[in-house]
C-alpha cells in the first residue's frame, strides 16, 4: 500500500505560482511513476504531469506545459508540482497518484494508476 497526502493548495490571483507536495509513505519504494491530475467542477479528471520512477522522465498535458513543472525529492518521498503563470482555468482540485504496477507507455490517464491522494483546492482569481 501507498498512501499520499497532498498540500499547498489555496486562493492565487491570475498570473500567480502554488507549489503542491505530495508526500507518499508505505511501499513507496514499489511505484515506477508519481502523477498529478486536477478536476473541475462537472468535468472529468484531467491528467496534469507525471515523473518516471529511475530516470525521472517526465511528461506534460498541453494546456500545463512551459508553466508547471513536477520534481521529485527521492530522500523525502515527495512529489513536486510548480506552477506559474497560473490562470482561472486551472482552477481545480488538483490530486496526486502513484502507479505501483511495471510502466508501458507513459502513463496519462487515471486508470492506469492505482494510489491517490485525497486532493488539494486549487482557485485562481482573475
Known amino acids: 500500500q501507498v498512501q499520499l497526502v497532498e498540500s499547498g493548495g489555496g486562493l492565487v490571483q491570475a498570473g500567480g505560482s502554488l507549489r503542491l507536495s505530495c508526500a507518499a509513505s508505505?511501499?513507496?519504494?514499489?511505484?515506477?511513476?508519481m502523477g498529478w491530475f486536477r478536476q473541475a467542477p462537472g468535468k472529468e479528471r484531467e491528467f496534469v504531469a507525471t515523473?518516471?520512477?529511475?530516470?525521472?522522465?517526465?511528461s506534460y498535458a498541453d494546456s500545463v506545459k512551459g508553466r508547471f513543472t513536477i520534481s521529485r525529492d527521492n530522500a523525502k518521498n515527495t512529489v513536486y508540482l510548480q506552477m506559474n503563470s497560473l490562470k482561472p482555468e486551472d482552477t481545480a482540485v488538483y490530486y496526486c497518484?502513484?502507479?505501483?504496477?511495471?510502466?508501458?507507455?507513459?502513463?496519462?490517464?487515471?486508470?492506469?494508476?492505482?494510489?491517490w491522494g485525497q486532493g488539494t483546492q486549487v482557485t485562481v482569481s482573475s
Open positions: 508505505g511501499r513507496t519504494f514499489s511505484t515506477t511513476a
Open positions: 515523473v518516471v520512477s529511475g530516470g525521472g522522465f517526465t
Open positions: 497518484a502513484a502507479r505501483s504496477f511495471s510502466l508501458g507507455a507513459i502513463p496519462t490517464s487515471p486508470g492506469q494508476y492505482d494510489y
